[in-house]
């Protein structure tokens, strides 16, 4: 599969990832060779099989709505770039 | 007598028979790692003064006649993907630089409930993408029999220390073959267990529905303790497996009489070096003369895992890393004007060159017009792979095939050409997909005197099958007794 600039720019975008011009080439062709890798995959006649997300069974778990945990409001805090009155502070979102 | 030199079970003997305290074993080999990590630099982080007092405590159990466990007084050291509480979890990347986890990791926790001396956390590839510890943000760890080498990856560290004896053990992680590639390339034992086997809960997800956490060791016996150790029911791992309890050394029996096994013919062909052929067939040769039926496999699905592996790998790995924002923990940028900005500088500077290129790889796969093509399909190409496994598994009791098709390669040598590395996987990644157990142990050198790996594999949950093999094989070939010489860049002994 033959991989453009914009497709790469596009993904990067969803990815929120930035990619500078001296990387960009190289960027493209090793993502290119890794998707070209995996089309290797439609040799395969997958027509009636099932995809698999889980290889060993396993089912959704759950558990009754009740608090358990007892965290340190500080300590949960502790790794923040950046917090003010006990809140995580970021740049502003809404206009 | 070099206590660093020595296994858990060895140690174990002499605390018991108060011939040595935990304190001098474990000074032994701090002692050791100060020698040694001027080469190998294989620590992130070390707690030397914390596991001294943890042997302080084991050798106040033991001086009150108390009975200790295996594990006790034994110097560990954890792969930095492991949270541990108060100690700085980096996953080798300049993202968690300076990150501090509140929490222990589930397996932290037990093995600080055995009263294992944690010597420190150990160097990896960002956040366990890659082959060769190549893409730490810190440091490239070296192969302690030739430091002109890598380890191995992504658990890189690990298997280093274990070989060069600056940890007695250490716990992995292992995604495509992060455990068992390193201890094929450095001579030491690494398992990956069943899926579910070993709770997650604490280790810094990368790709949810392959990683698991499992032991490198010295030896079979030491790895049957830590899967002991490790291994339990955990509720804050919703893929945790609520199963019976096993002592996995109850399958250290020496026996495998009888036993069917299959031997990969899809690997014994173009590229595998010629040593690790003829090591891997004189295993084969091994287990015959042990008294098992050895039979030939191919797998339908054998080309197709590599290339799923790193669809479902890279697209797991772009949701689970999607967390790192500069936000709650971690690196943010200085260089922002607003919101989105803020995430693309923060993660752009945040994260090395084969992290971005696994997220972009995964994000195009999962991307609207590409998700059937490409993540779906590796899911059905699971199946398959599932299928293959399984079908093999009725003729045989498990399947061996060489850990990897060289031994291990020079630094700088492959980490230009990602597809070159990827490569390194080929022989493990199938076994991340399908969820199965499996381990490496050392069966020779090659002529350059470096570490050949085994790898064993069997079917879900039979992780005592894969032990018993194992223990067998070594028992009656002793690889496993052989200690790494560390040389200097002058080729003189350290």
Redesign the interface.
């Known amino acids: 599969m033959k991989?453009t600039s914009q497709?790469?720019e596009?993904?990067?975008n969803?990815?929120?990832?930035?990619?500078?011009d001296d990387?960009k080439d190289k960027?493209i062709a090793?993502?290119e060779?890794?998707?070209e890798?995996?089309?290797?995959?439609?040799?395969?006649d997958?027509e009636n099989?099932?995809?698999?997300?889980?290889?060993?069974k396993?089912q959704?778990?759950l558990?009754e709505d009740i608090v358990t945990n007892n965290?340190?409001r500080d300590?949960?805090l502790?790794?923040?770039?950046?917090k003010q009155d006990g809140c995580?502070e970021?740049?502003?979102?809404v206009e | 007598m070099n206590y660093y030199d020595l296994t858990a079970h060895e140690i174990h003997e002499l605390l018991v028979k108060k011939e040595v305290t935990s304190v001098e074993v474990t000074n032994s080999v701090i002692e050791r790692a100060e020698k040694t990590e001027p080469y190998i630099e294989s620590y992130l982080e070390r707690t030397f003064e914390c596991a001294v007092n943890t042997a302080r405590k084991v050798d106040e159990k033991i001086a009150k006649g108390e009975d200790i466990s295996p594990l006790e007084g034994v110097p560990a050291a954890l792969k930095d993907n492991l949270c541990t509480k108060g100690v700085k979890t980096t996953c080798a990347s300049k993202m968690l630089e300076?990150?501090?986890p509140?929490y222990d990791a589930f397996v932290v926790k037990k093995i600080k409930e055995q009263n294992s001396p944690v010597l420190g956390k150990l160097n990896m590839d960002e956040f366990a993408m890659g082959s060769s510890t190549e893409t730490s943000y810190f440091k490239t760890t070296k192969n302690p029999y030739d430091i002109n080498k890598v380890p191995g990856g992504s658990s890189g560290g690990c298997a280093a220390a274990v070989c060069a004896g600056s940890a007695v053990y250490a716990l992995g992680s292992d995604t495509g073959g992060s455990i068992r590639q390193p201890a094929s390339f450095c001579g030491v034992v690494g398992l990956k267990p069943?899926?579910?086997l070993v709770s997650r809960f604490g280790c810094v997800a990368f790709a949810s529905?392959l990683d698991q956490i499992g032991p490198i060791t010295r030896d079979v016996t030491d790895c049957a303790n830590v899967l002991n150790s490790i291994v339990a029911h955990d509720?804050l791992d919703?893929?945790s497996?609520d199963i019976p309890k096993v002592d996995y050394t109850k399958a250290l029996t020496g026996d495998i009489r009888g036993m069917k096994i299959g031997i990969a013919a899809d690997y014994i062909q173009d590229g595998i070096n010629e040593d690790v052929k003829k090591a891997f067939l004189s295993a084969a040769e091994t287990f015959k003369a042990l008294g098992a039926q050895v039979g030939e496999y191919t797998m339908k699905?054998a080309?197709?895992a590599?290339?799923?592996y790193?669809?479902i790998s890279?697209a797991e790995a772009?949701s689970n890393l999607?967390r790192f924002?500069?936000?709650?923990?971690?690196?943010?940028s200085k260089k922002?004007?607003?919101?989105?900005e803020?995430?693309?500088?923060t993660?752009?500077e945040g994260?090395g060159?084969e992290v971005?290129?696994r997220?972009?790889?995964g994000?195009?796969?999962l991307?609207a017009g590409y998700y059937d093509?490409?993540y779906?399909?590796?899911?059905?190409?699971?199946?398959?792979i599932?299928n293959d496994f399984n079908e093999q598994f009725e003729k045989f009791d498990f399947i061996i095939t060489p850990t990897t098709l060289s031994t291990a390669f020079s630094i700088g040598e492959k980490i230009e050409n990602?597809?070159e590395m990827?490569l390194n996987d080929l022989c493990t990644v199938s076994v991340n997909?399908?969820?199965?157990p499996a381990i490496s142990i050392p069966c020779g050198f090659d002529s350059g005197g470096m570490p050949i790996g085994l790898h064993i594999i069997g079917k879900?949950l039979s992780e005592e099958t894969i032990l018993r093999a194992a223990y067998a094989f070594e028992q009656n070939t002793r690889f496993n007794k052989k200690r790494a010489i560390v040389k200097n860049k002058e080729g003189r002994e350290i």
């Open positions: 991989i497709d790469v596009y993904v990067a969803l990815a929120r990832l930035k990619i500078h990387e960027l090793d993502i060779s890794i998707i890798f995996a089309d290797v995959l439609s040799e395969v997958t099989i099932e995809p698999t997300y889980h290889a060993i396993a959704n778990v558990r965290y340190d300590e949960l502790s790794n923040a770039p950046s995580f970021v740049p502003k979102v | 300076n990150f501090v509140c069943t899926y579910g529905s509720e919703s893929t497996l699905a080309k197709y590599l290339p799923a790193y669809i890279g772009s999607a924002d500069g936000i709650r923990y971690g690196y943010r922002y004007e607003d919101l989105t803020l995430y693309k500088n993660r752009s994260f060159a971005k290129r997220i972009l790889v994000t195009y796969a991307s093509a490409y779906k399909k590796a899911q059905k190409i699971r199946t398959v599932i990602p597809l990827y997909i399908a969820g199965l879900a």
